[in-house]
């Protein structure tokens, strides 16, 4: 959708020069409080599965054990960082994604590269379209919804997509940011996905996100 492509690229343009002054306070914040890299990158699969790195705002600091591993999430989390994902303000460098063309303002959140094989053929679906920055699982539930829910809606939303609708999820998105909706659960969601197997309460997609960090 040529449409989409340029409503996507001018709301990303206009979405980085309006939350510039956020992007220095936070970088900042971030290189004090948690290090470096402030911006960090992670494969995920893209449109058809491409691979591409998605980029976000650390969240994480990078404490290691005396042999020089990285420590558990649990162990490296932060209130600072909580906060930056409760507020999404995490995610502001994903307008640099949609800019390149790897993402879209809306679309079924990129999810880890090591859940492609373990697709139904249904689910699977959610890659003929774009990732997006925020999406119809996010506005309808987000960590509250299990993954079957939220793989039934990002297929619905493939087959409904319309311009009209990804201005709404937008809105709603909007509103739900500055409600802190969903802020308290963000990080005790739905374990990692399994596939078919029984679905466990490990670690969440998102934060798995800083184990295997690279420099932007």
Request: proline residues 5%.
């Amino acid at each position: 959708m040529r449409t989409k492509r340029v409503v996507d690229f001018l709301g990303a343009l206009f979405g980085v020069v309006l939350t510039a002054p956020i992007w220095f306070v936070v970088a900042i914040l971030v290189r004090w409080k948690l290090g470096s890299p402030v911006i960090y990158s992670q494969p995920r699969p893209g449109l058809n599965g491409k691979i591409f790195y998605i980029k976000k705002f650390r969240t994480m600091t990078n404490e290691t054990d005396e042999n020089g591993v990285l420590l558990p999430n649990e162990m490296r989390k932060t209130k600072f960082g909580s906060l930056l994902r409760s507020t999404s303000l995490d995610e502001l460098p994903e307008l640099l994604n949609v800019l390149k063309g790897e993402m879209s303002l809306v679309g079924p959140r990129p999810l880890r590269v090591e859940y492609l094989p373990r697709y139904s053929k249904e689910q699977a679906r959610r890659h003929d379209v774009p990732p997006g920055v925020t999406g119809w699982a996010q506005v309808r539930g987000r960590n509250n919804l299990t993954w079957e829910e939220k793989f039934k809606l990002d297929v619905w939303y493939v087959d409904n997509r319309s311009l009209w609708l990804d201005l709404k999820i937008i809105f709603m998105t909007i509103y739900k940011v500055i409600k802190r909706e969903g802020a308290d659960n963000i990080a005790t969601g739905e374990g990692a996905f399994l596939g078919n197997a029984v679905e466990t309460s490990s670690t969440n997609d998102e934060q798995n996100a800083e184990t295997t960090e690279k420099s932007a």
